[in-house]
């Protein structure tokens, strides 16, 4: 059964954006978090004419304060969420000397504060209420590295020891943490982070297929549903991880030379 209410962070696009159309499909009432009203509008409009419900928050979630005071007025206004997904990011997949020191600080701002505000601001009534999820979106720079992602992953790494540590702590109140890796999902994201795709590591796309973002969405919804602590798709990367583990020279030196296949495929 669908939860009633979701907020959804990152909706105006891609991975967020197919997300939200999916809950508003199974009859949630989605609330939509991101910088762009118009694009925001757009997705609850789109989300109201195919017969679900959907409000728009224009936010910028960098800031502790504004997501206090938002999530304050969703709370008396509609009602503490049901769900949770801390979906919003962002970050260039640059060399470090590439990278400037306000780049890799905007990498932490968002996904992980952002994170870590809403989350902090919305969990003492779900606690209260003892029920309700919360679900973070991150790639497989949590668990890997490769070259010319340092501040990426290294912001990823924070999001997910975040939500790990949720994990532990809040199994006791009966809230649940979902956290979803997802390969590769073709959304603007490779235009609004200009320099990032010919950085991503060159691999098979028949072992390593490409997501739609209504894949990534489905994969979110299902283990949400399922109330699933941990969900990697595609599954391939669940057995990366493992050899990252057991073998992380071997790892590495895989990683190292698919990054540079990336940038230089003629070599
Ligand atoms: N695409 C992939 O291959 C992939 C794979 C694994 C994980 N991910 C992660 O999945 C998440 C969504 O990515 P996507 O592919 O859907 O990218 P996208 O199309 O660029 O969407 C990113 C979303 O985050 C929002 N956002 C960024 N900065 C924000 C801020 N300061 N305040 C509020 N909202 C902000 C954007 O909205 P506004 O610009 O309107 O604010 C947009 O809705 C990201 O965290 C990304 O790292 C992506």
Same mark, same amino acid.
């Given at each position: 059964?669908?939860p @009633?209410l979701v907020?959804?962070?990152?909706a105006s696009?891609?991975?967020?954006e197919?997300?939200?159309?999916?809950?508003?499909?199974?009859?949630? +009432?989605?609330l939509l978090?991101a *910088?762009?009203?118009? *694009?925001?509008y757009g997705v609850a409009h789109?989300i109201?004419?195919?017969g679900?419900t959907?409000t728009?928050? $224009?936010?910028?979630?960098?800031?502790?304060?504004?997501?206090?005071?938002l999530?304050a007025?969703?709370?008396?206004e509609i009602?503490?969420?049901?769900?949770?997904?801390?979906?919003a990011g962002?970050?260039?997949?640059?060399?470090l000397? =590439?990278?400037? !020191? =306000? =780049?890799?600080?905007?990498m932490?701002?968002? !996904?992980?504060?952002a994170?870590f505000?809403?989350? &902090?601001?919305?969990a003492p009534s779900?606690?209260? &209420?003892?029920?309700?999820?919360?679900?973070?979106?991150?790639?497989?720079?949590?668990?890997?590295?490769w070259?010319?992602a340092?501040a990426y992953?290294?912001a990823? &790494?924070a999001l997910?020891?975040f939500a790990?540590?949720?994990?532990a702590?809040l199994k006791?109140?009966?809230?649940?943490v979902?956290?979803?890796?997802l390969g590769t999902?073709e959304t603007?994201y490779?235009? +609004?982070? $200009?320099?990032?795709r010919?950085?991503? $590591?060159?691999?098979s796309?028949?072992?390593?297929?490409?997501?739609t973002?209504?894949?990534?969405?489905?994969?979110?919804?299902?283990?949400?549903?399922?109330?699933k602590p941990?969900?990697?798709? $595609?599954a391939?990367?669940?057995?990366l991880f493992v050899?990252n583990a057991?073998?992380? @020279?071997?790892v590495?030196?895989?990683?190292?030379?698919a990054a540079?296949?990336? *940038? =230089?495929?003629?070599?």
């Amino acid at each position: 059964m669908a939860p @009633k209410l979701v907020v959804i962070t990152g909706a105006s696009s891609g991975i967020g954006e197919a997300t939200a159309k999916r809950y508003g499909a199974a009859g949630a +009432h989605v609330l939509l978090l991101a *910088r762009n009203a118009e *694009r925001l509008y757009g997705v609850a409009h789109a989300i109201r004419e195919a017969g679900g419900t959907a409000t728009a928050f $224009p936010i910028d979630l960098v800031g502790s304060e504004a997501i206090k005071e938002l999530a304050a007025r969703i709370e008396s206004e509609i009602g503490t969420p049901d769900l949770l997904i801390n979906n919003a990011g962002a970050g260039r997949w640059l060399p470090l000397v =590439d990278t400037t !020191p =306000d =780049d890799a600080r905007a990498m932490i701002d968002v !996904p992980y504060l952002a994170a870590f505000n809403l989350t &902090r601001a919305f969990a003492p009534s779900m606690i209260a &209420r003892r029920s309700g999820g919360i679900v973070f979106i991150t790639s497989p720079a949590s668990y890997l590295a490769w070259p010319n992602a340092s501040a990426y992953i290294a912001a990823r &790494r924070a999001l997910a020891g975040f939500a790990e540590t949720l994990q532990a702590e809040l199994k006791p109140t009966g809230l649940f943490v979902t956290l979803v890796v997802l390969g590769t999902v073709e959304t603007p994201y490779w235009e +609004h982070n $200009p320099g990032s795709r010919q950085n991503v $590591p060159k691999t098979s796309p028949w072992l390593v297929p490409t997501l739609t973002p209504e894949q990534a969405a489905q994969a979110i919804f299902d283990g949400a549903e399922q109330q699933k602590p941990f969900v990697v798709k $595609p599954a391939i990367y669940r057995a990366l991880f493992v050899m990252n583990a057991l073998f992380p @020279k071997t790892v590495a030196s895989q990683l190292r030379r698919a990054a540079k296949k990336a *940038r =230089d495929p003629v070599t």
